[in-house]
């Protein structure tokens, strides 16, 4: 079931994202890649790349979400209420994509692709994340959390509001 899932997933995946070339409007290119990457992001979650899967749907919902906004700020049709074309030069984007592509089937056949040694470790994302950061992880790990409560931090002081976002009395007498 979890094998037919995935291809039914990377053939949703490849049509949303030729769908993006197709559609007439920038909201609809919008969802279409929208729904593309979250496609991947639940064949992540099927390989049990837990961590990777969830940062991939976070990370996309989020993009296409500032996408839309500035989409409505400044296009012309945000909506799509009148066609546009989502593709110029059609013959040399032809030639182009059709020529990598043909270039990277090749690269897929061609190469000697090693086998595989040893076994699927317990957990990917823990290997993976040994493998890119060694004995440092622990270090990043306490970086990160940092960085999140400076952000936060920046956040909160560069308000001028209270608690209930009620101006503050600075410079007014009590009452």
Same mark, same amino acid.
């Given at each position: #079931?979890?094998?037919?899932? $995935?291809? /039914?997933?990377a /053939? @949703? ?7 993006? $070339?197709v ?7 919008? $969802? ?13 979650? &099927? ?10 749907v976070?990370?996309?919902? #989020?993009? #296409? &979400? /500032? ?19 989502? /593709? ?6 032809l030639a182009?994509?059709?020529t990598?592509? @043909? @270039? &990277? ?5 061609? %190469? ?6 040893? %076994? ?5 994302? $823990?290997?993976?994340?040994?493998a ?13 959390? @940092? ?5 936060i ?5 560069? %308000? ?16």
């Open positions: #079931m979890q094998t037919v899932a $995935f291809w /039914v997933l /053939v @949703a995946a490849v049509g949303f994202g030729a769908a993006v $070339f559609v007439d409007s920038m909201a609809r290119a919008t $969802f279409a890649l929208l729904a593309s990457f979250l496609c991947v992001g639940v064949e992540l979650l &099927l390989l049990n790349l837990d961590y990777l899967g969830v940062l991939v976070l990370m996309m919902i #989020m993009e #296409m &979400l /500032v996408m839309a906004v500035f989409m409505i700020m400044y296009m012309m049709n945000p909506g799509g209420l009148m066609p546009m074309t989502m /593709v110029h030069n059609n013959r040399g984007a182009i994509s059709g990598v592509f @043909a @270039a &990277l089937t090749a690269g897929i056949l061609l %190469t000697p692709w090693p086998r595989r040694r040893g %076994t699927v470790p317990a957990d990917p994302t $823990f290997s993976a994340g040994e890119i950061m060694g004995p440092k992880m622990l270090a990043m790990m306490l970086i990160g959390i @940092a960085i999140l409560a400076t952000m931090a920046a956040v909160v002081l560069a %308000t001028d509001r209270g608690r209930y976002d009620r101006p503050t009395d600075r410079g007014r007498g009590a009452k």
